[in-house]
């Protein structure tokens, strides 16, 4: 068997594993997705006409659910990779991994199952997020079959690049607990993005802060492609940042797993 078959094959074995773990054990995944869900209802009930007065003039709550759904869905993958992080430190210290270590499999494979099953999981997490927002009113005006496979594409590419950030952080976390504690700017950084207001409306000191964080270049080109609206230099901005995190998280990752004696 050649190279790459093998580690074809042994990467979809670790994948069929984690898809399994995943599947045994929801609560985790559950309670992650539960934040977004829960910001979604939150700010567009609670606070959606008071908010949207600041974007739009007068109260509209329609309004406010067209701009805070593209941050919501990315806030969404940022819950969903936490359980990454998670799930990467209890392989690490359980000593599954030493196990792994012993058989004759392509040793990537472990990574790439944990990258590959988050990534859908991410998918399957917006997909759901998606349908909420649609049944209390969200509507993409002025997409069609290239915005939405370019927004998917999108989704798909931040998905890949906090994945590899979450693996190398439960690589790094000697415990769950640490790696749930050490994976939370990923759920908290979407909160200090364009998400739920303008960046010109924030206090000049603290707008070169959300404005240049990889989460809102993503949010205004999701923003951009489904509503219609300008990308302009966010769209680079956002492929820049998608990869080189991905770049980072990967050289990360793997050096870190491979010099890790546990």
Request: aromatic share 10%; hydrophobic share 50%.
């Given at each position: ?5 093998l ?55 329609s ?17 969903t ?28 494979s ?78 908290l ?5 364009s ?10 000191w603290?707008r070169p ?10 949010i ?43």
């Amino acid at each position: 068997m050649s190279s790459l078959s093998l580690a074809v094959r042994d990467s979809s074995t670790m994948l069929r594993r984690n898809l399994l773990h995943a599947r045994r054990y929801p609560s985790l995944t559950l309670n992650l997705l539960l934040t977004p869900i829960m910001m979604l209802l939150l700010f567009v009930y609670i606070f959606g006409d008071t908010m949207s007065s600041g974007i739009g003039g007068a109260p509209n709550r329609s309004a406010y659910i067209a701009y805070v759904v593209p941050g919501l869905l990315l806030m969404t993958i940022g819950s969903t990779v936490v359980g990454t992080a998670v799930s990467v430190s209890n392989d690490m210290t359980e000593g599954i991994i030493a196990r792994f270590r012993t058989m004759a499999i392509h040793r990537p494979s472990i990574l790439v199952g944990h990258v590959v099953g988050s990534v859908l999981q991410s998918v399957m997490s917006v997909v759901l997020v998606g349908a909420v927002a649609v049944a209390i009113g969200f509507r993409s005006t002025g997409a069609g079959v290239v915005e939405w496979l370019a927004a998917f594409g999108l989704l798909v590419l931040f998905a890949t690049a906090f994945t590899w950030i979450a693996v190398g952080m439960g690589l790094v976390s000697p415990s769950a607990e640490a790696a749930s504690n050490n994976a939370m700017p990923l759920i908290l950084l979407p909160l200090l993005s364009s998400a739920f207001v303008p960046v010109h409306s924030m206090p000049g000191w603290f707008r070169p802060i959300a404005e240049y964080q990889p989460f809102t270049p993503a949010i205004e080109t999701l923003r951009g492609l489904l509503l219609g609206g300008e990308i302009g230099h966010n769209g680079w901005l956002a492929v820049a940042w998608c990869l080189g995190l991905t770049v980072l998280g990967y050289f990360w990752s793997t050096s870190t797993f491979n010099r890790d004696p546990k």
